[in-house]
């Protein structure tokens, strides 16, 4: 039941982050984590970030190597 629940907050926890780095992608628009003082803390942060940067790579490379998905010629720019 708590092993259930922590599993739970990680996949939570990475896709949020996924969604922060696609809309750093999309957008240019990030958080700073510089503007935490604590290093540890911005550590985390900075590895929590990473997370997101990885799965969304991983995803746009899926993406563009398969057969599933097609460039959007309406949304090029």
């Known amino acids: 039941m708590v092993l259930g629940r922590v599993v739970h ?4 926890a990475v896709l949020l982050s996924t969604v922060i780095a696609g ?5 240019g628009f990030a958080p700073d984590a510089n503007l935490i003082s604590d290093p540890s803390f ?3 942060a900075e590895r ?3 997370v997101g940067e990885t799965v969304f790579d991983m ?3 899926t993406a ?3 057969s599933y998905f ?3 010629s309406s949304s090029q720019r």
């Open 9 to 12: 907050y990680a996949v939570d």
């Open 23 to 27: 809309v750093r992608r999309s957008s």
């Open 42 to 44: 911005r550590s985390v």
């Open 48 to 50: 929590f970030l990473g």
């Open 59 to 61: 995803i746009q490379g």
């Open 64 to 66: 563009v190597n398969s």
């Open 70 to 72: 097609r460039r959007d």
